[in-house]
């Protein structure tokens, strides 16, 4: 698959392996992607990142055990827990020390043609809401985020 790989630099390459799915993910087929700070930040060497970055997108589930999500648009949630800590167990799997982000932390990222995120990460949209639209689902997720972590008071 064609995929902008991030190792040291970004360099487009056309033959980057297709996306293997483990039981409980689905692959999906990137029909846009955003750019963002954190992208950007990658590039210059944050985290240590080698591999595929980008995790705003929007796309279509093309290959999923799920039933209810082969063929559906969709986004996704980007932190993907490993499901067997206490941390995930409690219902924290974006917060889970053993986690994979897509494009950021040991997963590769939506500049690609394919992805693969676990099921209970991908989120279906409405026909009706563009792609173009749909892509800045994570931003805003990531915006509410804060309500979650802070309480202000009155």
Same mark, same amino acid.
């Given at each position: 698959?064609?995929? +902008?790989?991030?190792?040291?630099?970004?360099?487009?390459?056309?033959?980057?392996?297709?996306? %293997?799915?483990?039981?409980?993910?689905? =692959?999906?087929?990137?029909?846009? $992607?955003?750019? /963002? &700070?954190?992208?950007?930040?990658? $590039?210059?060497?944050?985290?240590?990142?080698? &591999? %595929?970055? @980008?995790?705003?997108?929007? @796309?279509?589930?093309?290959?999923?055990?799920?039933?209810?999500?082969?063929?559906?648009? %969709?986004?996704?949630?980007?932190?993907?827990?490993?499901?067997? /800590?206490?941390?995930?167990? $409690?219902? +924290?799997?974006?917060?889970?020390?053993?986690?994979?982000?897509?494009?950021?932390?040991?997963?590769? &990222?939506?500049?690609?043609?394919?992805?693969?995120?676990?099921?209970?990460?991908? =989120?279906? =949209?409405?026909?009706?809401?563009?792609?173009?639209?749909?892509?800045? %689902?994570?931003?805003?997720?990531?915006?509410?985020?804060?309500?979650?972590?802070?309480?202000?008071?009155?």
């Amino acid at each position: 698959m064609r995929a +902008l790989v991030f190792d040291r630099k970004l360099e487009p390459q056309g033959d980057y392996p297709d996306p %293997v799915a483990s039981p409980g993910e689905s =692959i999906v087929r990137v029909s846009v $992607a955003g750019i /963002c &700070g954190t992208d950007l930040e990658i $590039a210059r060497g944050y985290m240590q990142y080698r &591999g %595929v970055p @980008g995790h705003e997108f929007a @796309g279509r589930v093309i290959e999923s055990q799920s039933s209810a999500l082969r063929g559906k648009r %969709v986004v996704g949630e980007i932190n993907a827990g490993c499901g067997r /800590c206490a941390t995930c167990s $409690a219902g +924290l799997a974006r917060h889970c020390p053993n986690r994979t982000v897509l494009g950021i932390l040991g997963r590769d &990222g939506a500049f690609s043609e394919y992805l693969r995120l676990p099921d209970v990460n991908l =989120i279906p =949209i409405p026909d009706s809401m563009p792609d173009d639209v749909a892509v800045f %689902v994570e931003p805003l997720a990531a915006a509410y985020e804060i309500f979650e972590q802070t309480h202000l008071a009155r």
